[in-house]
C-alpha cells in the first residue's frame, strides 16, 4: 500500500487517468472497512485519504476537471460507506422480508447520497483553489483538512445524521486517542485528513534529474512541513494519553449486564412474545446487584400490553433486594404515543419508576420520514414511529454513582451526550458518573456491526473520561473504562449475564465543555487562514 501510494503520488510515475483513478478511489475507500473494528487497521484510514488527496492536488496538465475531482471524491466515499455499512443487507432481507436484490439497492443508494458530502467538499476545494490561486502547501494543510472535516460534521446532523464509520472513529487505538477528550471523534476526523494531506504534499510533487532548482526547492521544503506536521501530531497524541482528566468519585457499583441472546426473528412473534418476558424475569431475579441492566426493548410490548403483575413483581425484587434495575421497554403514554425507553426500579424511586427516553430515533426504524411509509411496511418493522422525548434528561442515582442511558444509535452522538453532562455542571448539579449503553443489534446479525457499535462506544468513554456499561441483547455486552479499554465482555451471541464493579468518574474534558463547535471554529480558523497566507506560501 505505502508503494502504491509513492508511486501514485510522485512525479517520477506517469500520471494516472481519471478512470483508473477512479478505480482506485473505489479500492482505496472499500478498504476501509478494514481500518475499523475488529481488524483495526487504522492505518489504512490515513493511506486510503492521502491517495486521494494526492489526485485532487494534481495541477498543470496533470490536473483533473472540478467535475472529474467531484467524481473520484464521491467514489472514494461510496465505497466506504457501502463496505463498511454492508451489513445493514441483514436487516433488510433476512429480518425485514425484502428481496435481496432491492436491499443492496437500498443500500447503495443510501452510500450514494451520503457520499455527495465529500463531493461536495472536492468541488469546494477545486473552486477555491482556482479562485483564490492557493500554492499547494496551503491547499494541503489549511484548506483540504477542513472541507473534508467539514463534509463529515455534516453527516452528523444533517437530516437527522448518519454518523457511523466516521473517519475518527478508526482512531480508538492510535496515538490519535489521546486528542478525544479535547477535541472529540470529529477533531480526529480533522486529524487524520491532516495527516493524509501532509502525506499527499510529502510525494507531491517530488524532485527528478530533470527538475528545476525552484521546484527541487519546494519539493524539499514540502517535504520538511510534511514531516514536521506528522512528527507534531503523533507525539502531541502520545503526549495527551498521559493526562488523566477525570477522577474517580465516590464508590465502586456491581453491575450485571444481562444478554438474552434472543433472535430477531422470535422477539416479537406472538408465539415467543411470553418467552422472553419469562428469560428476563428470571434474569433479573436470578441474583442482586447494585445495578441490573436489561438489553433495549427486552421486554417486547408495550407497557400497557405487560401482565399486570409484571413489573410490580421486579419492582418487589428491587425493594426488597436493594438492587436498581434498568429496563427496555417500550411505554405507552396511551392513544399512538409509546416510547423506546428504559425504566428504572430502586429504593430510591420507590413506586415511581425513573425513566429515561430515546430521543435521537433511527430513521425508518423509529420515526417514518414523510413520503417512506412504504418502505417501513415493506420491512415490516414492529413499532415504526416512537414519540421522542427532550435531549436532556435526569440520570438514575445507584449508590454514589449517578448512571446516564443512552438507547442504542444514540451514543452515535457524542455531542449529544456531551451536552446532558454540560447541562448537568451549568445548573451546578452533580455530573453523571458512569455512562450506560442499551442496545439490540440482532437485526445485523454475526455482523461487523458488533465490534463497530462497541468501539463507537469506546470513543465515547475517550471523550468524557467516564466509563460506560454496555447491555445488548446479542453483542456487544461489555464495560469499558477510561482510557477506552474493555475490561470486561460477554462473548457474542450468547446468552449470560456480565458481572463486573464499575468505579463512576467525574470532571469535565475540553470536548465536554466545547462539544463539537471548538473543531468547528478550527476549521473556519483554518480557511480563513488559507485565504490570508493564499499567496505568501
Not at 27 to 37: E, I
Not at 71 to 84: D, V
Not at 172 to 185: F, K, N, Q, R, W
Not at 245 to 251: A, H, I, K, N, V
Request: hydrophobic share 50%; with cysteine; aromatic share 10%.
Amino acid at each position: 500500500m505505502i508503494k502504491t501510494l509513492a508511486g501514485v503520488l510522485s512525479s517520477r510515475s506517469p500520471p494516472l487517468s481519471w478512470r483508473a483513478s477512479f478505480l482506485l478511489m473505489l479500492v482505496a475507500g472499500g478498504l476501509n472497512v478494514f481500518s475499523f473494528a475488529p481488524v483495526n487497521g487504522w492505518p489504512l484510514q490515513i493511506i486510503g485519504l492521502a491517495l486521494l488527496f494526492g489526485l485532487l492536488l494534481r495541477n498543470g496538465n496533470t490536473a483533473f476537471t472540478r467535475k472529474q475531482t467531484v467524481w473520484l471524491a464521491w467514489a472514494y466515499g461510496f465505497a466506504w460507506l457501502t463496505a463498511s455499512v454492508s451489513w445493514l443487507v441483514i436487516a433488510m432481507t433476512v429480518y425485514g422480508g425484502m428481496p435481496g436484490l432491492l436491499s443492496v439497492l437500498a443500500l447503495m443508494l443510501l452510500t450514494a447520497a451520503l457520499s455527495i458530502y465529500l463531493a461536495a467538499a472536492a468541488y469546494a476545494l477545486h473552486w477555491l483553489r482556482q479562485r483564490w490561486q492557493l500554492s499547494a502547501m496551503v491547499t494541503a494543510l489549511l484548506i483540504m483538512p477542513a472541507l473534508w472535516t467539514v463534509a463529515e460534521w455534516l453527516r452528523i446532523w444533517l437530516l437527522t445524521g448518519f454518523p457511523w464509520v466516521l473517519s475518527g472513529y478508526a482512531h480508538t487505538d492510535s496515538p490519535l486517542a489521546g486528542y478525544a477528550p479535547v477535541i472529540g471523534v470529529l477533531g480526529l476526523c480533522w486529524l487524520n485528513a491532516l495527516l493524509a494531506a501532509a502525506i499527499a504534499l510529502l510525494f507531491s510533487p517530488r524532485s527528478s534529474q530533470n527538475a528545476s532548482p525552484h521546484v527541487s526547492q519546494n519539493a524539499s521544503h514540502h517535504a520538511k512541513v510534511s514531516g514536521m506536521v506528522c512528527i507534531v501530531i503523533f507525539a502531541g497524541g502520545w503526549g495527551l494519553q498521559s493526562i488523566s482528566w477525570t477522577r474517580p468519585l465516590g464508590q465502586p457499583i456491581q453491575v450485571r449486564l444481562l444478554q438474552g441472546n434472543v433472535q430477531q426473528d422470535m422477539k416479537f412473534d406472538q408465539d415467543h412474545l411470553n418467552d422472553s418476558l419469562s428469560l428476563y424475569h428470571d434474569m433479573l431475579l436470578a441474583a442482586p446487584a447494585d445495578l441490573i441492566v436489561t438489553p433495549e426493548t427486552a421486554l417486547p410490548m408495550l407497557t400497557s400490553q405487560l401482565p399486570p403483575d409484571y413489573l410490580p413483581l421486579l419492582n418487589n425484587f428491587a425493594q426488597s433486594s436493594g438492587s436498581a434495575l434498568l429496563v427496555g421497554v417500550a411505554v405507552h403514554d396511551g392513544g399512538d404515543k409509546y416510547s423506546n425507553s428504559v425504566l428504572g426500579m430502586s429504593r430510591q424511586y420507590g413506586n415511581q419508576a425513573y425513566r429515561y427516553d430515546k430521543h435521537h430515533l433511527v430513521p425508518f426504524g423509529e420515526f417514518i420520514p414523510p413520503g417512506f411509509r412504504w418502505f417501513v411496511k415493506a420491512m415490516a418493522i414492529p413499532m415504526g414511529e416512537f414519540s421522542t422525548a427532550g435531549p436532556i434528561q435526569p440520570a438514575m442515582k445507584v449508590g454514589s454513582q449517578l448512571v446516564m442511558p443512552n438507547i442504542c444509535y444514540e451514543d452515535l452522538f457524542g455531542e449529544e451526550i456531551a451536552a446532558q453532562l454540560l447541562s448537568q455542571y451549568a445548573a451546578g448539579e452533580p455530573t453523571a458518573s458512569i455512562l450506560l449503553n442499551v442496545s439490540n443489534l440482532a437485526w445485523y446479525g454475526d455482523s461487523f456491526a458488533i465490534p463497530q457499535h462497541l468501539q463507537i462506544s469506546r470513543m465515547r468513554v475517550l471523550e468524557t473520561g467516564r466509563p460506560m456499561l454496555r447491555a445488548t441483547n446479542t453483542g456487544a455486552t461489555a464495560v469499558i473504562v477510561p482510557g477506552g479499554k474493555v475490561v470486561a465482555q460477554l462473548p457474542a451471541n450468547t446468552k449470560g449475564a456480565l458481572t463486573a464493579k464499575v468505579q463512576g468518574y467525574q470532571g469535565m474534558t475540553p470536548y465536554i465543555l466545547l462539544g463539537n463547535w471548538g473543531v468547528i471554529g478550527l476549521m473556519v480558523l483554518s480557511v480563513l487562514l488559507g485565504f490570508v497566507l493564499r499567496r505568501k506560501i
